[in-house]
T-cell receptor
Framework: KNEVEQSPQNLTAQEGEFITINCSYS?????LHWLQQHPGGGIVSLFM?????KKHGRLIATINIQEKHSSLHITASHPRDSAVYIC????????????WGAGTKLIIKP | DAGITQSPRHKVTETGTPVTLRCHQT?????MYWYRQDPGHGLRLIHY???????DKGEVSDGYSVSRSKTEDFLLTLESATSSQTSVYFC???????????FGSGTRLTVV
């Protein structure tokens, strides 16, 4: 079993829909990261969370430490949000190295 | 990304030749990382550095070496490239362990 599980693996939605991507982890963490990668593109760090909730524009990230679960929400989705969204955790036991989820491929249709 | 550049962006090389990829930062961050990204595997850590001349292996370090003689530069060397090292290589930096990562734009390496 992977230490970081994301769901869904693939998600297709219509423009304007509210999007939720989930991440569950099974290890102790110091922080959880959400990153975005556009096709053929670089990787952009969206959020780093250790508790609670963070918001940036139309993106919201939440984390529940007790449940070992995080969600990334996109409000009023737009075709330019189409990308792979990756969850990763920093683990104290592995010298804070990132443990990566497999990513969620999001396609927003106009 | 501002503050971190990778070179070259693309490279095609022959099996058995040495290859060096460069990661350069202007942020004076302590930590630097080399990852490779392959379909079906996501990102995997090759080597990382936590200071000048301080480096350590990641999960897929075989066939790779690194050097960091200056804070701003972290070099990844494939001593004798193999086709299995065809991949996209990403460099990343972070200032302190409590801060987030910044990634470079990636180097697409093809070994023929």
């Amino acid at each position: 079993k992977n230490e970081v599980e994301q769901s869904p693996q693939n998600l297709t939605a219509q423009e304007g829909e509210f999007i939720t991507i989930n991440c569950s982890y099974s290890v102790g963490i110091s922080a959880l990261h959400w990153l975005q990668q556009h096709p053929g593109g670089g990787i952009v760090s969206l959020f780093m969370l250790s508790s609670g909730k963070k918001k940036h524009g139309r993106l919201i990230a939440t984390i529940n430490i007790q449940e070992k679960h995080s969600s990334l929400h996109i409000t009023a989705s737009h075709p330019r949000d189409s990308a792979v969204y990756i969850c990763a955790v920093s683990n104290m036991d592995s010298n804070y190295q990132l443990i990566w989820g497999a990513g969620t491929k999001l396609i927003i249709k106009p | 990304d501002a503050g971190i550049t990778q070179s070259p962006r693309h490279k095609v090389t022959e099996t058995g030749t040495p290859v060096t990829l460069r990661c350069h930062q202007t942020e004076n961050h302590r930590y630097m990382y080399w990852y490779r990204q392959d379909p079906g595997h996501g990102l995997r850590l090759i080597h990382y550095s936590y200071g000048v001349k301080d480096t350590d292996k990641g999960e897929v370090s075989d066939g790779y070496s690194v050097s960091r003689s200056k804070t701003e530069d972290f070099l990844l060397t494939l001593e004798s490239a193999t086709s299995s090292q065809t991949s996209v290589y990403f460099c990343a930096i972070r200032d302190r362990l409590i801060y987030g990562y910044t990634f470079g734009s990636g180097t697409r390496l093809t070994v023929v």
